[in-house]
């Protein structure tokens, strides 16, 4: 059951959220308030007089370590994932033994996003709210041998006894409610020019963060009885899970702001160019929340195997045990920590080819953030043609993304009047080749279109 608990973090557990760009709908003139996640100035001039979100639920996900092989379960066949992590029957990796050493990454983003609004209040301002509960996870340059000791459970005997080095381990984690303040206006037009300009803030409640960095571990698993570090550190910070049992701070280990800013030039109807500055801020985990840094020349977790931790304090206090000779409480450096938003630089184009025929192509850049904590937006490059009707719409995403590894995605997205599905990546759930993730998206949305 453990090894099925962590098969379920690397693999499953993403299968419940959303991505966040939904490519083939976010880029739409009938986008509605979904178009402020790629640029808020998009909301202005809009062709809708009002949209109200009611639901939008999906996924992105990808990683290059853990994999579901070709022809393991069939097409959409969520119950035989199901019981293949019941039994431990259904998943791969891609560990080399010949090269431990190699490096492999992890990427993960979410978002449900609840009742949300956009208004027109006249041909120039719009104005907009969404509330959605968000997360990001990403694992950078894990070596092999860390990645496959950790899906073992350190329990694999092939590679006790043999001393490993984790110098590139850099983990995030963050999940926040978002409660979003949109406003776009027309700051400039003529007969056949344009220019648009719009912001979000947010008022941020974190929900639980993670994290590791400035990783330095040399290890050895001598067997069952002995766990053993030499000349090792790392810095960590998380917040405390077993608060979610308390009401009064299941939902609330702290607050921050962001904020996103956008710029759109528009000819006539033919050409819209935008740039924008996505989800720039932080979250300060004050509440239940802390750090720790562990560092020593010799350390060893004695009986590792046969220590029973109930929670993850214990855990804290168990491991600086280990590295600080029985001090339980001297790894805490800090009761709070920040932890920075995905944030990104994006530039959007699209050309209107002719009637109702689009072709956009949208950048995403994320930033990385030295020697500070966050989570990474992975980087994004696509081109995505589109026919676009008032009533439906159907849209074909082409798309490169990079989080220390190139992946190329298809992607397929249809709207029919206020419902839509797809994804940008959804046909690896066909079972087509192995199953490294899967990109899903679908809403239900209501909208009224302007007159003009």
């Known amino acids: 059951m ?20 939904d490519l083939g709908i976010s880029n739409s003139n009938y986008a509605g308030i979904k178009a402020a996640s790629i640029n808020p100035g998009r909301l202005a001039d809009s062709k809708l ?30 119950r035989s994932i199901i019981e293949g992590i019941l039994h431990l029957n259904r998943f791969a990796t891609h560990f080399d033994p010949h090269n431990p050493n190699k490096l492999y990454n992890f990427t993960l ?52 006894n043999t001393p490993f080095s984790d110098h590139s381990t ?20 003529d007969r056949m020019n344009t220019w648009k300009a719009g912001i979000s803030l947010k008022f941020l409640r974190g929900v639980y963060a993670a994290y590791a960095r400035n990783t330095n571990l040399n290890y050895t698993i001598a067997d069952t009885t002995g766990l053993v570090f030499v000349h090792s550190s790392i810095d ?5 899970f077993n608060s979610y049992s308390r009401t009064h701070s299941g939902l609330n280990h702290g607050a921050g702001f962001g904020a996103s800013i956008g710029v759109v030039y528009a000819h006539a109807e033919d050409i819209r160019i935008g740039l924008s500055l996505l989800d720039a801020g932080a979250i300060n985990f004050s509440r239940n929340s802390a750090a720790y840094h562990l560092q020593a020349d010799s350390a ?25 000779q029985g001090d339980s409480s001297r790894s805490k450096t800090a009761d709070h920590f920040n932890m920075r938003l995905p944030t990104a630089l994006s ?29 990474i937006q992975p980087d994004i490059y696509a081109v995505t043609p589109r026919y676009e009707r008032r009533q439906w719409e159907v849209s074909v995403p082409l798309s490169l993304i990079y989080y220390g590894e190139w992946r190329a995605r ?13 994804g940008d990546a959804p046909f690896s759930l066909l079972g087509w080749s192995n199953m490294h993730g899967v990109d899903f998206y679908a809403g239900i949305r209501y909208f009224l279109p302007s007159k003009k």
């Open 170 to 189: 850099r983990l995030g984690g963050l999940s926040w409610l978002e409660y979003g303040f949109h406003y776009g206006r027309v700051i400039y037009r």
């Open 49 to 78: 007089k009002w949209d109200i979100n009611v639901l939008s639920t999906g996924v992105t996900y990808d990683n290059t370590f853990v994999y579901i092989p070709k022809g393991a379960v069939p097409a959409f066949g969520f």
């Open 236 to 240: 960590y910070g998380r917040t405390d």
């Open 347 to 375: 530039l959007q184009a699209d050309w209107r080819l002719c009637d109702s025929y689009f072709l956009n192509a949208t950048i995403v850049k994320g930033f990385g953030h030295g020697k500070r904590q966050g989570v």
């Open 109 to 160: 983003s979410n978002e449900i996003t609840g009742p949300s609004f956009l208004l027109s209040i006249d041909s120039d301002q719009s104005i907009g709210f969404n509330f959605a509960l968000r997360s990001y996870a990403t694992i950078r340059n894990i070596p092999g041998h860390t990645a496959e000791n950790s899906y073992d459970l350190l329990m694999n005997s092939a590679y006790w």
């Open 300 to 324: 060893n977790f004695s009986n590792w195997r046969q220590t029973h931790l109930k929670n993850n304090t214990e855990v804290d206090q168990a491991l600086s045990a280990v590295f600080y």
């Open 2 to 21: 453990q090894k099925a608990l962590m098969i379920l973090v690397w693999v499953v557990l993403p299968l419940s959220m959303l991505g966040q760009y």
């Open 410 to 422: 298809l992607g397929l997205a249809v709207r029919i009047w206020y419902f839509y599905f797809g």
